[in-house]
């Protein structure tokens, strides 16, 4: 597949920014090929975990941290310096397998008062959280939005964030494969604010669960969130990346091309060994 994942660190978005003037623009991939379609240079859909796992501090703080992003100097100006000088965006929550819901459609962020604007939009949203973590549903759910998004970008991105391994629904692997398939780039935003439980379905590790099992694409990396502090940092460093579309050298970090170094079914299996009925599709 030409995966390779990447370990950030949270510092350094300016010089993120920077950097970013001296890299050539990426291979074209597209998807929507109307010939009304707006280019722009990434198209990004927004995967949010809502579920029970997530409480609803962190969901506020993941809430803020796009809010904030999308209001920075930091992300204004990584969006000035691209071809087009213009993304597309869509936000959506997911929990189970057949729950998502879109919270923002497809919306156009070509400077600082649309950018206002669809982060005022997003902060008035209201909040909610359901049952279950399927990651694959997500995933599943996102590729077709670039299909008839009204946008044709340089890149297509699904950016997830989310505070467990996938435990309902398609396995993990195979569906990132999927999406990977279709030219789509996956990144990863793990939250590992808790220690989990003895006899939980929540894993150690899930950083490298991330890296190894959720993301991947061209220069596909994951951000984790290790403290309630690093919230709003860490989500505003990567959606300034995500908008860079690349990352210096010094911060590079390339995942192994071995076997994984986590099952990429645990979560699937301590769903299982809990309460029985995984069929692991």
Same mark, same amino acid.
């Not at 949203?125 to 549903?137: F, K, V």
């Given at each position: 597949?030409?995966?390779?994942?990447?370990?950030?660190?949270?510092?350094?978005?300016?010089?993120?920014?920077?950097?970013?003037?001296?890299?050539?623009?990426?291979?074209?991939?597209?998807?929507?090929?109307?010939?009304?379609?707006?280019?722009?240079?990434?198209?990004?859909?927004?995967?949010?975990?809502?579920?029970?796992?997530?409480?609803?501090?962190?969901?506020?703080?993941?809430?803020?941290?796009?809010?904030?992003?999308?209001?920075?100097?930091?992300f204004l100006q990584a969006l000035r310096q691209g071809p087009n000088g213009a993304i597309a965006a869509t936000y959506f929550e997911w929990a189970g397998q057949n729950d998502q819901k879109i919270l923002l459609p497809w919306r156009l962020i070509n400077g600082a008062e649309a950018a206002d604007a669809v982060a005022a939009e997003l902060a008035s949203l209201p909040y909610r959280r359901a049952s279950r973590t399927s990651i694959s549903g997500g995933l599943r759910f996102a590729k077709p939005l670039f299909d008839n998004s009204g946008y044709r970008g340089l890149r297509?991105?699904?950016?997830?964030?989310?505070?467990?391994?996938?435990?309902?629904?398609?396995?993990?692997?195979?569906? !990132?494969?999927?999406?990977?398939? *279709?030219?789509? @780039?996956?990144?990863? =935003?793990? +939250?590992?604010?808790?220690? %989990?439980? /003895?006899?939980?379905?929540?894993?150690?590790?899930?950083?490298?669960?991330?890296?190894?099992?959720?993301?991947?694409?061209?220069?596909?990396?994951?951000?984790?969130?290790?403290? !309630?502090?690093?919230?709003?940092? *860490?989500?505003? @460093?990567?959606?300034? =990346?995500? +908008?860079?579309?690349?990352? %210096?050298? /010094?911060?590079?970090?390339?995942?192994?091309?071995?076997?994984?170094?986590?099952?990429?079914?645990?979560?699937?299996?301590?769903?299982?060994?809990?309460?029985?009925?995984?069929?692991?599709?």
């Amino acid at each position: 597949m030409g995966r390779r994942s990447l370990y950030l660190g949270l510092g350094g978005a300016l010089a993120v920014i920077a950097a970013v003037a001296a890299w050539a623009a990426p291979t074209p991939r597209l998807a929507d090929r109307s010939p009304t379609a707006v280019p722009v240079d990434v198209e990004l859909v927004i995967a949010v975990d809502v579920s029970y796992s997530m409480d609803p501090d962190e969901q506020a703080l993941q809430r803020e941290g796009y809010v904030q992003a999308l209001r920075s100097p930091e992300f204004l100006q990584a969006l000035r310096q691209g071809p087009n000088g213009a993304i597309a965006a869509t936000y959506f929550e997911w929990a189970g397998q057949n729950d998502q819901k879109i919270l923002l459609p497809w919306r156009l962020i070509n400077g600082a008062e649309a950018a206002d604007a669809v982060a005022a939009e997003l902060a008035s949203l209201p909040y909610r959280r359901a049952s279950r973590t399927s990651i694959s549903g997500g995933l599943r759910f996102a590729k077709p939005l670039f299909d008839n998004s009204g946008y044709r970008g340089l890149r297509r991105v699904i950016d997830v964030s989310g505070d467990g391994a996938n435990n309902d629904g398609a396995l993990i692997q195979p569906t !990132r494969d999927d999406v990977l398939a *279709a030219g789509i @780039t996956i990144n990863g =935003l793990p +939250i590992m604010l808790k220690r %989990p439980l /003895p006899g939980s379905v929540d894993i150690e590790n899930l950083d490298i669960y991330y890296e190894d099992c959720v993301v991947g694409g061209p220069g596909a990396f994951v951000v984790p969130i290790r403290e !309630r502090a690093e919230f709003i940092k *860490a989500t505003r @460093t990567k959606l300034i =990346l995500e +908008i860079a579309g690349r990352m %210096p050298e /010094p911060h590079v970090i390339p995942a192994s091309s071995a076997a994984p170094r986590i099952s990429c079914t645990i979560g699937e299996q301590r769903w299982r060994d809990r309460f029985g009925g995984y069929d692991f599709r």
